[in-house]
């Protein structure tokens, strides 16, 4: 009789995530004993209900840090517009790189690996847009806004990303790309409620959102997701899990970072970068306005 599926992936220092078919799923801190099962890499077939959860620990074992101030903030507008940005920003490369990185799969002999790479970058095509038409939708000046301008929170993530595709065995992309993906399909009606009742009335700018949110294809892309990390051999699966670990981690530092800022600082920071006054942030009174001290939400609305 076959054995059931029994993942686990050491994540960090000795803590490793480790995953049963039947759904059960915890964090092993390796002791000193010996005969440890879990020391060892695995090295058995995956499968989807387990691989799903290796990967969703990685991502809360990342976020622990800063649930609860996520959990607290309420978006503003004022953070609405940063995170569209970043939201372009993360965006904006993501077909080019993923598509560097199945070229490198082909030439190592992975099709399969890159005929994924491949549809997932034609998938991505065009989200940057929807991000730059729901800035324009604000009233806010698309491009030149995105090319001056860059969260301190999101340069990381664009960062590394970059770099995992550009490796020798850039299997890591596909753990970076699972991890904001997840996160972004988290994202519910209410939402994208919250932002719209944001918005002046007859103003879309949620298209985004929408779209990265579990109304949109994001859901599909992360059932793809598990289900081709799940056919992957075990040494690709420790990797993949081990990267959305760490994307997840440089994540919510990013974040954090954002959400440390008032409206004020942020529409100080945009209109330095912009060299002029923002255009009103729909009826909000700009930095120079001298008033605003709400702390900035909505950047976790958005990957
Ligand atoms: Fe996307
Ligand atoms: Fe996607």
Known sequence: MAQPVMEWVNVTGDVSIIARESGEVWFHTRGAETGDPFAAPMTGAGGAASTVRLLDGAINLGFAG???QLALREPTLAAYVVALIGAYHTSVDTPRNLRRAAARFQELGRPEVAAYLEDRALEETGHDRLALKDLRALGMPGEPLVERY??????????????????????????????????????????????????????????????????????????????????????????????????????????N????????????????????????????????????????????LLS
């Open 150 to 255: 860059m969260p301190e929170g999101i340069k990381p993530l664009c960062d590394r990303f970059d770099e995992l595709c550009r490796r020798d065995y850039p299997i890591g992309c596909i753990g970076y790309s699972y991890c904001l993906e997840r996160i972004a399909a988290l994202k519910q009606q209410s939402d994208i409620e919250k932002v719209q009742a944001l918005c002046p009335q007859g103003v879309d700018a949620t298209r985004f959102l929408r779209s990265h949110s579990c109304l949109g294809s994001e859901v599909t892309h992360v059932e793809e997701t598990i289900a081709f990390v799940a056919s992957l051999p075990a040494n690709d699966r420790i990797s993949v899990v081990q990267e959305t670990y760490r994307s997840a981690l440089v994540m919510a530092e990013g974040y």
């Open 257 to 300: 970072h954002e959400l440390l800022k008032s409206d004020a600082q942020i529409v100080e920071e945009l209109e330095r970068a912009l060299g002029e006054p923002l255009p009103s942030l729909c009826g909000a009174p700009p930095a120079h306005a001298g008033r605003h001290d709400s702390r900035a939400g909505a950047s976790v």
């Open 66 to 68: 800063i649930e609860k």
